[in-house]
């Protein structure tokens, strides 16, 4: 874990574009209250071939132009065009974003075309030699190994590529087993991967939204906590308050084993996130 400690440790937050105005009022009221953890950034996640774009648009222009907080637009590139990816860019150029989360997405069910950029890299280089270092470029990591990698050494040479194609730091799919973030990072450095990669965090509150989510994205949940979990049945405050325990503990166990800050898969919810983030200590740099 020794080239995490060097980076300062800080928050970030993470919504999805809301699809109505009543979901995008709520929003507006949680980023106001949210806002006492003073995130680094607020990211705005991204509809895999541009199903989200307009309401992307919309929540990162108010992130942006009515609030103090920086917005990171998430950007994916499968079915995308080089000259689609060129126009969203330039408005976000234009909006004075600095950071943009690179990614390649998920092929949408009845798209076939993976249009003009095949994986996240691609995209990285892209905007690199475009827009030089007009953007901060976040990419997504996998301490547990991104499903489609055949092993995890395959996993992590397509990573090291894709750093090395100018990403500046990275974000971790979430993850409830601490030791899976350590030894990815200890694989990292022994193949001179060396960037702030940053875990990804999701407050637990809904057993069933949690196992469903974590089966299509490839997240363990660990047997233990699954029986936990599952055996608070209608209790949803019981659940709601072991779940803060837990990560609030796998939060400060991150932190004081030096990793770069956190970064709260926040959905859309104020006192998930919030009542850990006030619990933890950072390291003061
Ligand atoms: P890549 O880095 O391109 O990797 C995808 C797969 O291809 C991996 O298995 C990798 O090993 C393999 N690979 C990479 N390069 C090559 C190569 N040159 N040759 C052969 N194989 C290769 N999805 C959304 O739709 N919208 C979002 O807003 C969004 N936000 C996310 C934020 C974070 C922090 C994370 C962790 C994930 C997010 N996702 C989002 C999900 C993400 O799009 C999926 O996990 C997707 O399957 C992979 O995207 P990637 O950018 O990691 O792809």
Redesign the pocket.
């Known amino acids: 874990m020794q080239s995490q400690k060097k980076y300062a440790q800080k928050l970030s937050l993470e919504f999805f574009p809301p699809r109505t105005d009543q979901g995008m009022e709520k929003l507006k009221t949680v980023i106001k209250e949210i806002g006492a953890m003073q995130p680094e950034y607020m990211s705005v996640?991204?509809?895999?071939g541009g199903s989200t774009q307009e309401k992307t648009l919309e929540t990162v222009r108010f992130i942006q132009t009515q609030t103090e907080f920086q917005a990171a637009p998430?950007l994916?590139c499968i079915g995308a065009t080089q000259e689609s990816v060129m126009a969203l860019l330039e408005q976000y150029d234009a909006l004075g974003v600095k950071r943009i989360?690179a990614?390649?997405?998920?092929l949408p069910s009845g798209m076939m075309d993976p249009g003009e950029f095949k994986?996240?890299?691609d995209l990285i280089a892209f905007i690199r030699q475009q827009k030089g270092d007009t953007f901060h470029l976040e990419?997504?990591a996998y301490p547990e190994t991104?499903p489609?990698?055949r092993n995890c050494a395959?996993?992590l040479k397509?990573f090291k590529?894709?750093v090395d194609q100018g990403a500046d730091s990275a974000?971790?799919?979430y993850f409830y087993n601490f030791d899976s973030y350590r030894y990815f990072i200890d694989n990292c450095e022994k193949h001179g991967i060396d960037l702030p990669i940053i875990p990804?965090i999701m407050p637990i509150t809904n057993y069933e939204n949690l196992l469903r989510f974590s089966q299509s994205?490839g997240a363990e949940v660990p047997r233990w906590l699954r029986c936990r979990l599952e055996s608070f049945e209608d209790d949803k405050e019981g659940l709601l308050a072991f779940g803060r325990d837990v990560v609030t503990e796998l939060c400060q166990q991150l932190l004081d084993a030096g990793a770069p800050g956190l970064h709260f898969y926040s959905m859309n919810n104020t006192e998930p996130t919030l009542q850990i983030a006030q619990s933890l200590r950072l390291r003061q740099d």
Do not use: E, F, P
Request: net charge positive; charged share 10%; proline share 0%.
């Open positions: 996640t991204y509809g895999a998430h994916t989360v990614l390649r997405g998920d994986y996240a890299s990419i997504a991104h489609q990698a395959i996993g397509w590529h894709k974000i971790t799919q990804g994205c």
